[in-house]
């Protein structure tokens, strides 16, 4: 698959990040930021994604703009910036002064890749009234945009206490009413929310912004946290409809690129040149049964 109909795909940061530990110890990937950058071009994939903490690390050690120059080198396009969470705490608390670091390293690293867009959310699950994270969302979509072109994505997902549902993520980026600002739809939480492919026609095309492809089993484990950073699987090998939820998807008019987002401790395990060929294979393959 090239640049046809079918799309093109971005490996995002925790399905190509190797044996990392997801969310409890070292986030930042032991494989080398050039060697994903290559393995990324030579599979086929357009873009990489980049989580936080790989970002810091790396930045011990090059600038940024020599990030950006190996990223150019090996002929990528697309980047996907992630992750800032917290940034509707009130301020004074601990949590919004890591937050808003988070978010100038976020936005400077947007701003140097012309990412395509960064991706926020709640994945600790804070509390927050929607009338409040609305307004936070279309404060933070109006900072991000004196930084950088890159969207603002906001992740809608099952541990969201806020925006569990379908209907509060489109009041949510309606009620912000953004240029910049939109939802990030991935097939696994949809799935898991239970929103099928259908549902998401109610989305205004405007806000329709991001799509990420993972697979899973319908029926939930008894530790859905360990589920969903560990048991993903590659679109095509679940039971999801991967096709379905990418036919509705181009129906509603979305022709951006597409992200793989398996978090898989069985993925992780792989060598680096495998983790990439598969997650490329398999969600091409997927794209293309996509395609009508």
């Known amino acids: 698959m090239g640049e046809g109909d079918e799309g093109e795909l971005l490996a995002l940061y925790w399905t190509v990040a190797g044996p990392a530990d997801v969310h409890v110890g070292r986030e930042w990937s032991t494989f080398e930021w050039r060697d994903r950058c290559t393995e990324a071009q030579r599979v086929g994939f357009k873009g990489l994604g980049l989580w936080h903490a790989d970002i810091e690390h790396q930045l011990e050690t090059r600038t940024l703009a020599e990030m950006k120059q190996i990223f150019d080198d090996a002929g990528l396009t697309y980047l996907e910036v992630e992750f800032l969470a917290d940034f509707f705490v009130p301020e004074g608390e601990p949590a919004r002064a890591e937050s808003d670091a988070r978010r100038r390293l976020l936005f400077d690293t947007a701003a140097a890749f012309d990412a395509h867009h960064i991706k926020v959310g709640n994945i ?19 900072e991000a945009a004196d930084h950088t072109a890159a969207k603002v994505v906001y992740e809608f997902m099952p541990f969201d206490v806020n925006v569990d549902t379908l209907d509060a993520a489109i009041e949510l980026v309606t009620g ?4 910049n600002g939109g939802l990030a739809i991935d097939t696994w939480h949809c799935a898991k929310i239970g929103i099928p492919p259908a549902d998401l026609r109610q989305i205004p095309p405007q806000y329709f912004t991001w799509v990420e492809l993972s697979d899973g089993q319908r029926q939930n484990m008894p530790d859905l946290v360990d589920e969903t950073v560990n048991h993903r699987r590659l679109p095509g090998e679940g039971e999801f409809d991967i ?7 181009r ?11 398996v978090l898989s ?9 495998e983790e990439f060929q598969r997650a490329y294979e398999t969600t091409a393959a997927q794209l293309r049964a996509g395609v009508a």
């Open 124 to 142: 600790p699950g804070t509390p927050c009234e929607l009338d409040r994270l609305i307004e936070s969302f279309a404060q933070l979509c109006e």
């Open 176 to 179: 912000a009413g953004a240029g």
């Open 243 to 249: 096709p379905g939820y990418v036919e509705v998807c």
């Open 251 to 261: 129906e509603v008019g979305y022709q951006g690129p597409w992200g793989v987002e």
């Open 265 to 273: 401790e069985g993925l992780r395990s792989l060598p680096i040149e």
